[in-house]
């Protein structure tokens, strides 16, 4: 714990000293917040002896308390600076009698105490407490205040230390227990046994309590670790574990805990996991060093007998203690017979004690339905579950009926709630009917089978449709990252009500948000299909929306084949739209996205300004209409005219909540800073705000999401090359692409972003042990050259970066040999990376060849000076490898022709060890 502790704080202190002075201002309000149990007021915009907060007297002109925020890189150089802030303070807020100074920078310890020292011992200070938080000393408060509520907004400006956090103690908990938890003789053999190997596999029957017991395990042994990390196999995707990349029971994002089994002691459960657990066990075995160890609960064995515990139930004592929780007890004769045919399930028990206590069946019907079924086989307590749950069939049809109709053991929790009522809810958790788990509810499996079992009628199912409906209805306007993950979780739901044929519903509604489920790339075909099997009579919005839909998909297939029929069959669907909005009654609704789509397929065929007039259109009448402002965004961006788009990129990206800005869009404004022209906004919204930027990609991370993938591999060679640490925490986030397959684009952007992943893991120190280093990067290099090759590369661009990766990886023969296939070899880069293929196989004649040629025709076909300046470096790197001074010149002239600052410091401090090692003087 202590070494987690100390790297928690080391990556604030990092962190810190990068912020600018605004974003540390906000950083403070919320420290000073943690530090002072109160409210802040963040008054003006400046670091001017600015008061920051208060605690009972706010009806004073004058604060009690006052804070200031530094972020001078000589703050602690000297005294003068935190002395003269406190000054300033004073002379601002005359009445206040405590002052916290906040440096984002660290301070030593003897410098530390010589400030408070001389702060103490000046006179102007008398009757005032000042505090002075370096950056250390801010990262103890966060640690120590882990579990306060201002800790999420304030690790938006430390992702480093996020990742950290995310396992924590205080953070990562350990899941609460469903009912009363009586230890357990089991416990201490478990343990016994975990201590002679490295994994233990509890296994038994659904609702045996194996879950419970490894939560009362990991309490007991949590001090034994660095941390204890809780993984639900039912939130990974198709129930597959990778270390790399999985979702914590707790936590929104997914964590790389690989890192921390490697670096750390750690305690993993894994619960509820029912298949691939052999190929787990050889996973954490390859990747423990530290003397980690992992529990596995399951329902069958898999495992060696070493490596496996059987848990059956609860002995009699247990079960006796669970039901005289009860009011009233049991009598005697029922506690013996009820017991007997429980057989010890805590599920059951429990079911039974908080029906019992919440009034809705009392001891005699549990006994009669213990006689009804004595004689029935009842190994898993099937039967008896059954009849536990058909007590509340009469106070709680609706609820369960619910439940019968969503038929899945994972529910949405903001569905539920709109589907229920939070009371409604609240009432089923008190019944042990379903469970919170924060991000999402469980029902227990055996508990949804014995609802099935008990609903055979359809009496609320209407009710239940129209929920659904109105439900998707709102959501399928707003499209927030909430929206994607309903219709993913809840993805057969959608489906079997779609294709019942019996349900009186708007179907449509739910076959648009089919349609936003589906991978456009892949199943672009499919999704025309399945539209054209409906009647759509082109008069309300959905219809008009999936006939939209149909028209965009028809046409980007259209394109792949024919860019004449292409435009062609745009202006057909166009005047089809035009004759739409002229000859029906449309509600303002309709119209906006009627008028909108107009302008965005003029925008497709580049009749810009129709298109401009359209989309202007649509934001006279919805101003905000998001989509149009892309669409502007993007027409403005392709014609230089910057100064026209700023106001839509400061809507979209310049808010602090863009929760009502539909995910996609935000998603797509960032796209557009990759472009060249955007260079200056691209620094304001990323460079200077990178950690919202990063936020934002991990939130939207999802395997059927494939936009993210697109934008990340955009933006892959300038992350990992400026912004290492938080692009390493997006690649240890990325999920595995459920349409890798299907979808070539996606795959192409996988093994692209892995290729950027290689090279950075390559040239920092985000691994320190170089035989782990170098183990990361062999797995990193066949994930990339195994998906580069999958994506149908025919294509010299395409063909380039596989090269590219094989010369990063220094496999210069297999560079060789692929350059065989490349069509134009009197392409510059192509001359460029042939110059260091034969540069790494030591062939420096032919290399300076390459390098010359790429020169030439890097001028002839007049490529960039940043192209040019990198051609002249690699002309540098060969001439240095042939012992030839000239390497300096043409150095030189390379550093007069690069504009990126990391670079030019990089090659400039290269050039005074080239001319140090050749004599030549400055």
């Not at 496996?308 to 005697?332: A, F, T």
């Not at 739409?580 to 497709?604: A, M, P, R």
Request: aromatic share 12%.
């Amino acid at each position: 714990m202590k070494l987690l502790k100390r790297n928690f704080i080391n990556s604030i202190v990092k962190e810190l000293e990068v912020l600018n002075g605004t974003e540390f201002e906000y950083f403070c309000r919320d420290i000073l917040n943690i530090i002072i149990q109160d409210e802040v007021i963040h008054k003006g915009h400046n670091l001017f002896a600015k008061p920051v907060g208060y605690t009972r007297d706010f009806y004073e002109d004058d604060f009690s308390i006052v804070g200031q925020a530094g972020t001078d890189k000589d703050y602690f150089t000297n005294y003068d600076k935190p002395i003269n802030d406190a000054l300033k303070c004073i002379e601002k807020s005359q009445k206040c009698e405590n002052i916290y100074l906040f440096s984002n920078l660290y301070c030593t310890g003897n410098h530390f105490n010589n400030l408070k020292s001389k702060i103490k011992d000046d006179k102007r200070f008398k009757n005032k407490k000042i505090y002075v938080y370096d950056a250390q000393r801010i990262g103890e408060v966060i640690f120590e205040n882990l579990t306060h509520n201002k800790v999420d907004d304030i690790l938006k400006y430390t992702p480093i230390a996020s990742e950290i956090y995310k396992i924590l103690p205080n953070n990562n908990k350990l899941p609460g227990y469903k009912n009363h938890y009586y230890s357990r003789e089991e416990e201490q053999e478990i343990i016994n046994q975990l201590e002679k190997v490295d994994l233990i596999q509890i296994y038994g029957l659904s609702g045996v309590g194996k879950t419970e017991i490894s939560i009362k395990i990991a309490s007991e042994l949590k001090n034994s670790f660095d941390a204890i990390l809780w993984i639900s196999s039912d939130l990974q995707n198709n129930n597959i574990i990778n270390f790399s990349s999985i979702r914590l029971d707790n936590y929104g994002q997914k964590v790389n805990i690989e890192y921390f089994i490697e670096k750390y002691s750690v305690l993993v459960i894994i619960d509820n996991l029912n298949n691939n657990v052999t190929n787990i066990k050889k996973q954490f075995k390859k990747i423990n060093k530290n003397k980690s160890k992992l529990i596995i609960t399951s329902l069958q064995k898999d495992l060696h007998e070493s490596e496996v515990y059987k848990l059956d139930g609860v002995n009699k004592s247990i079960s006796k203690r669970i039901l005289n929780e009860c009011y009233p007890n049991p009598i005697k004769n029922q506690l013996e017979k009820i017991i007997n045919k429980v057989n010890g399930y805590p599920l059951v028990l429990n079911l039974i004690k908080n029906g019992i206590n919440n009034d809705d069946f009392n001891w005699d019907d549990i006994s009669s339905d213990i006689d009804d079924i004595h004689s029935i086989d009842d190994e898993n307590n099937m039967k008896i579950c059954t009849r536990l749950i058909g007590r509340y069939l009469d106070n709680y049809q609706k609820e369960l009926s619910s439940l019968n109709y969503l038929n899945s053991t994972k529910i949405h929790v903001e569905f539920i709630k709109y589907l229920l009522s939070s009371i409604k809810v609240r009432n089923l958790t008190k019944r042990n009917i379903i469970n919170d788990n924060n991000e999402y509810f469980t029902v227990h499996q055996l508990v949804m089978d014995s609802i099935n079992a008990l609903i055979d009628e359809n009496k609320f199912e209407d009710s239940f449709d129209k929920k659904l409906v109105s439900f998707l209805k709102e959501k399928n306007i707003i499209k927030d990252i909430n929206y994607y993950t309903f219709i993913w979780t809840h993805n057969n739901l959608i489906y079997n009500k779609y294709n019942n044929k019996n349900i009186k519903i708007d179907k449509k509604i739910l076959l648009y948000a089919i349609i936003m489920s589906k991978d456009y790339f892949s199943e672009a075909k499919e999704i025309i299909s399945k539209i054209e099997t409906v009647n759509l009579d082109l008069n309300n919005y959905y219809d008009i929306a999936i006939y939209i839909e149909k028209c965009e998909l028809d046409l980007l297939l259209t394109k792949k084949e024919s860019k004449e029929e292409y435009e062609l069959k745009a202006k057909e669907y166009i005047n089809k739209l035009v004759n739409i909005e002229q000859t029906k009654e449309l509600d303002l609704e309709t119209k906006v996205l009627v008028f909108h789509h107009i302008g965005k397929i003029y925008k497709w065929i580049n009749y810009l300004t129709e298109a401009k007039n359209y989309l202007l259109k649509t934001l006279d009448m919805n101003n905000e209409y998001y989509q149009s402002m892309l669409q502007l965004a993007r027409i403005y961006v392709s014609k230089k005219e910057l100064d026209e788009s700023i106001d839509y990129f400061n809507i979209v990206l310049g808010s602090d909540n863009t929760s009502n800005v539909p995910i996609t869009i935000v998603l797509s404004f960032y796209d557009l800073l990759h472009q060249k022209v955007c260079s200056d906004i691209k620094y304001k919204y990323i460079y200077k705000d990178i950690n919202k930027f990063i936020k934002i990609l991990l939130i939207s991370l999802h395997s059927e999401f494939d936009q993210p993938y697109r934008i990340i591999n955009k933006f892959a060679r300038d992350l990992s090359y400026n912004f290492p640490e938080q692009f390493n925490i997006l690649c240890e986030n990325l999920p595995y692409p459920q349409y890798i397959n299907e979808n070539k684009t996606i795959c192409k952007s996988y093994a692209e972003i892995f290729s950027s992943y290689y090279n950075m893991i390559k040239y920092n120190q985000i691994i320190t042990k170089e035989e782990e280093k170098n183990e990361k990067m062999k797995e990193i290099f066949k994930i990339s050259e195994k998906f580069f090759l999958r994506s149908d590369i025919n294509k010299d661009y395409d063909r380039k970066l596989l090269m590219d990766l094989y010369i990063k990886a220094e496999e210069y023969e297999l560079a060789k040999e692929y350059s065989e296939v490349f069509d134009d070899k009197s392409q510059p880069f192509y001359l460029q990376n042939m110059c260091k293929v034969e540069r790494g196989l030591k062939n420096y004649e032919e290399a300076l060849n390459y390098i010359n040629q790429a020169i030439e025709k890097g001028k002839e076909k007049k490529v960039s000076g940043y192209f040019q300046s990198a051609f002249l470096h690699d002309k540098a790197n060969t001439e240095f490898m042939m012992n030839d001074e000239e390497c300096t010149n043409t150095l030189k002239e390379a550093i007069r022709m690069q504009r990126n600052m990391k670079t030019l410091s990089i090659w400039e401090e290269k050039l005074i060890n080239w001319k140090s090692e050749f004599n030549i003087e400055k």
